[in-house]
């Protein structure tokens, strides 16, 4: 079950932290792996190590805010390999402020990645599904679900993904393209680190337990719980689901009081 022989998976945001997960298991499931990053470290690491577990990877830098180099590096891959059969619209930058604390070019960069960025990605990749069906997952969150303190862009884009998410399902269904959305609480990526470090210098440890218990569950999610929910989603077992948003969050949404 969940495999994903002879199909062709484009990743955004593949080098690190959730993208990185889930390109791992998809190459594991047996999918040949495409990952887009700007962070050319870390995507050639990526597909290296993947490549050295015998699965089947190539790291292509892009800048998904940028159209014609994701249009051109979409038709690349479908050119090489015939079809793209999925698409995880994965990156996407975080920011920390309130509406009257957010300036106008941090509005525009985070706006630029998280929704121009998935915009470009269907833009240039529902074509080639056409005819065939394929399948795509947005990476939403928890901030598109429920007020968060000190996220008000961040919150907006994610919205954004959200929406975006019901209106391919709902336009594309004749055509077979499935498309969902998974929102996830915090996860323990290496971004969290670095914020902590950058944040609260030699309060590290005290404020990580501080985060992991915002969750009711009493952690944060592993990369690869949210790898496993996104191979679920793309995989043919998953054939019945679209339109969906999937909260992964350790009763973050539900169950807080």
Do not use: W
Request: some cysteine; glycine content about 10%; proline content about 3%.
């Amino acid at each position: 079950m969940f495999r994903l022989d002879k199909k062709t998976a484009v990743i955004t945001g593949g080098g690190s932290g959730i993208g990185k997960a889930i390109s791992e298991v998809f190459a594991s499931q047996g999918a040949q792996v495409y990952i887009l990053d700007l962070d050319e470290k870390g995507g050639t690491a990526t597909a290296n190590e993947i490549v050295s577990a015998n699965g089947k990877a190539v790291f292509l830098k892009c800048n998904v805010a940028a159209q014609k180099e994701v249009k051109a590096i979409v038709a690349e891959i479908a050119q090489k390999q015939g079809a793209i059969d999925i698409l995880v619209n994965n990156a996407g930058i975080a920011h920390i402020g309130r509406a009257d604390t957010t300036s106008e070019e941090d509005f525009d960069r985070i706006v630029s990645v998280n929704i121009k960025g998935v915009y470009n990605c269907l833009h240039s990749v529902i074509p080639y599904m056409k005819g065939k069906g394929g399948v795509i997952l947005n990476m939403a969150s928890v901030a598109a679900l429920v007020g968060i303190p000190d996220r008000f862009v961040y919150s907006t884009a994610k919205g954004a993904v959200a929406a975006m998410t019901l209106s391919v399902a709902k336009d594309y269904l004749k055509e077979n393209i499935r498309c969902n959305s998974i929102s996830p609480a915090r996860v323990h990526t290496p971004f969290v680190d670095g914020y902590l470090s950058k944040t609260y210098p030699g309060q590290e440890a005290e404020m990580y337990e501080k985060l992991s218990k915002t969750q009711p569950i009493g952690r944060m999610a592993k990369p690869v719980e949210i790898a496993h929910l996104a191979l679920y989603l793309c995989s043919d077992e998953a054939s019945f689901i679209t339109g969906c948003d999937y909260p992964i969050d350790g009763g973050f949404v539900k169950l807080n009081t």
